[in-house]
Each structure stands twice: as C-alpha cells, then as structure tokens.
T-cell receptor
Framework: DAKTTQPPSMDCAEGRAANLPCNHSTISGNEYVYWYRQIHSQGPQYIIHGLKNNETNEMASLIITEDRKSSTLILPHATLRDTAVYYCIVSRGNAGNMLTFGGGTRLMVKP | SQTIHQWPATLVQPVGSPLSLECTVEGTSNPNLYWYRQAAGRGLQLLFYSVGIGQISSEVPQNLSASRPQDRQFILSSKKLLLSDSGFYLC??????????FGPGTRLTVT
C-alpha cells in the first residue's frame, strides 16, 4: 500500500472549516483513500473514503486531486469535539482490508 | 445494529505473566477481525487479522498469538508478557465493505 504524508499538527477555530491535507504521491490506480480519526483514549472512527471522485457524508467532505496524488479532508464547521488525531490511509481494500495507520495529524479545535 | 466489545478495559500485569484479551462482535456474520496495538504516542500497528474461524494471519513477529474459536470471537494471547507489550490494544471488524469498526480498546500496562 502507498505511503501517506500528513502534517503532525494543526489548529482550527471553533465554527470554522478544518482542512486537513494528505499527500499520497505513490498511490496506484486501485487504491482508495480512507480517513479515520481517533479521539483520545478511544478506538479510531471511520470518517470517509474515496477513489477518484470527491465524496461527502454527514461528517465530512473528501477532495481528491485529479492526479490522485493528494487529498484534503474538510470538516465544514469544526467543533471542540472534533479535536482528535486524523489518519489518512491508502489501501486497496483487498482480502483482510488491511489499513496501515501512520502518525496522523493532531487537530486541535480552539474556542 | 452491530456492536463490538472488548474486555477488560484496563489491565496491569507483571512481566512474564500470561495474557488473554477477548473481542466479540454482535449483529454481523463472518466478519473480518483485526488486532491492533498502539504504543504511547504512536500510530496503530496491525498485529493479526482473520478472515474466518481458525484462519489467522500475523503481520508482526512477536510473543503474541491470536485465535478465532468462533465466528465473532477473537482472542489475543501471550504466554509470557514483556515490558514492550504495554500499549493500547484495539480490536476491529469489517465485512465486504472497506470500512473497519473499532472497539473501545484495552489499555495494558506491563510492570
């Protein structure tokens, strides 16, 4: 699976949009981009995933560049409860659906 | 709806003692099951995954083992714990989709 690069930390003001970038320049054509988040002392929570097209659900939006070498997770109106470590993962989703979690981005939402 | 249980929530064990952590999933059949470990301040490391009863794949050589005696039960064991086994142990499940759902975790401290 391709490797991802994320900034180690970011701050965001409460109520503003949080834009979390991820680079995955070695992604291959059959690999998906997944985003998870982990609130302190809890298990990771699935947020969203995509292949080529932009995706949106009740939690977030995922913007994937046309060359698929990078993506951005957007939390449209960040709240204090969105403070967490956000993981960008690239995976083929094959047998076992293995996900490799890197260091992630620690997002701090401030009042 | 599906739920995943892990116990115990916290555990303190002396070096050299045995370990048994249990994970059960409800509300789904034939799930893929995973054990991850997260050392303090680090990302998640996949330890084992299982695509069916009695089928275990190991990702990292270590003194831990896993078993799947029933469809929705996944057990992580060790005969003799090491200090380096301390960490946050997470069980997860997935089905044909590419999303993994994580349990609440067990925080293990080896003293």
């Amino acid at each position: 699976d391709a490797k991802t690069t994320q900034p180690p930390s970011m701050d965001c003001a409460e109520g503003r949009a949080a834009n979390l970038p991820c680079n995955h320049s070695t992604i291959s054509g059959n690999e998906y981009v997944y985003w998870y988040r982990q609130i302190h002392s809890q298990g990771p929570q699935y947020i969203i995933h995509g292949l080529k097209n932009n995706e949106t659900n009740e939690m977030a939006s995922l913007i994937i560049t046309e060359d698929r070498k990078s993506s951005t997770l957007i939390l449209p109106h960040a709240t204090l409860r969105d403070t967490a470590v956000y993981y960008c993962i690239v995976s083929r989703g094959n047998a076992g659906n293995m996900l490799t979690f890197g260091g992630g981005t620690r997002l701090m939402v401030k009042p | 709806s599906q739920t995943i249980h892990q116990w115990p929530a916290t555990l303190v064990q002396p070096v050299g003692s045995p370990l048994s952590l249990e994970c059960t999933v409800e509300g789904t059949s034939n799930p893929n099951l995973y054990w991850y470990r997260q050392a303090a301040g680090r990302g998640l490391q996949l330890l084992f995954y299982s695509v069916g009863i009695g089928q275990i794949s190991s990702e990292v050589p270590q003194n831990l083992s896993a078993s799947r005696p029933q469809d929705r039960q996944f057990i992580l064991s060790s005969k003799k714990l090491l200090l380096s086994d301390s960490g946050f142990y997470l069980c997860a499940w997935s089905t044909g989709t590419m999303m993994q759902y994580f349990g609440p975790g067990t925080r293990l401290t080896v003293t």
